[in-house]
């Protein structure tokens, strides 16, 4: 790389709603920078604190292990973290700022984005969310493969962006080069079935992230 050129700031990507070892290891081979578990039962990417434990351990030192709740009570996420060591929690729901930061770890809060919604006025609420995960508005509070309206994130979040919703091989460059997120988060985008994640997808996705880092 010459002086005249320089690498953009890496775009992160989460990879979410791992199920099997097999996903996790190409996730992590591929060069992803997290790896999420659904500890939401209604969903089909759904693992027990005791699976992902058994998959949290095929993980490397500085790859994050983060979990994903949709309005659990206190006592469900301290189930899973007595079982889980995750870096990162990640809330779905109509969580308070009090109920993600009750457990003292980084966290995400995500939002789903619909015309209506005021980010600016929604991230104020969360002043301690490590980022603001922006999401499509979708039955079953998330996972639910379609994007929004990327025109609708306004400039100056007090916090970092997680760019989500219906992101896959074919759109995950356009959208980093127009949003410039600190983060993508992809599940449906990299599946072959709901939970099933395809290596090769994989691939694709986060080597259309490093191709628009590198516009
Ligand atoms: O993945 C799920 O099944 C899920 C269920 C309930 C709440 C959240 C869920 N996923 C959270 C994620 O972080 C997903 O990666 C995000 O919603 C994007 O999903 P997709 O549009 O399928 O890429």
């Not at 099997?20 to 790896?35: C, F, L, M, P």
């Not at 490590?130 to 079953?140: N, S």
């Not at 992809?186 to 516009?215: H, L, M, Q, T, Y």
Request: hydrophobic share 45%; aromatic share 8%.
């Amino acid at each position: 790389m010459t002086s005249a050129t320089h690498a953009r700031t890496k775009t992160r990507i989460k990879i979410c709603g791992l199920t099997r070892e097999a996903d996790v290891d190409a996730a992590v081979a591929a060069g992803a920078d997290a790896i999420g578990f659904v500890f939401y039962p209604p969903s089909p990417r759904y693992v027990t604190p005791e699976r992902a434990a058994e998959l949290v351990r095929r993980l490397p030192p500085f790859v994050a292990a983060v979990g994903l709740f949709v309005n659990p009570e206190p006592a469900q996420v301290e189930a899973v973290l007595a079982k889980v060591p995750l870096e990162v929690l990640q809330f779905h729901g109509d969580e308070t700022e009090s109920q993600c930061r009750r457990y003292l770890r980084p966290y995400l809060k995500a939002a789903r984005v619909r015309p209506d919604l005021d980010l600016v006025q929604y991230a104020a609420a969360y002043p301690s969310a490590r980022a603001i995960l922006l999401d499509a508005f979708v039955d079953g509070y998330g996972g639910g493969g379609k994007t929004f309206d990327w025109s609708l994130i306004p400039a100056g979040l007090a916090q970092s962006i997680v760019l989500s919703g219906g992101l896959d091989g074919d759109n995950v460059a356009e959208a980093v080069r127009r949003v410039r997120p600190a983060a993508v988060d992809v599940s449906s985008g990299v599946e072959a079935a709901k939970g099933i994640k395809d290596a090769a997808k994989i691939r694709a996705f986060i080597a259309a992230v490093r191709s628009a880092d590198n516009d």
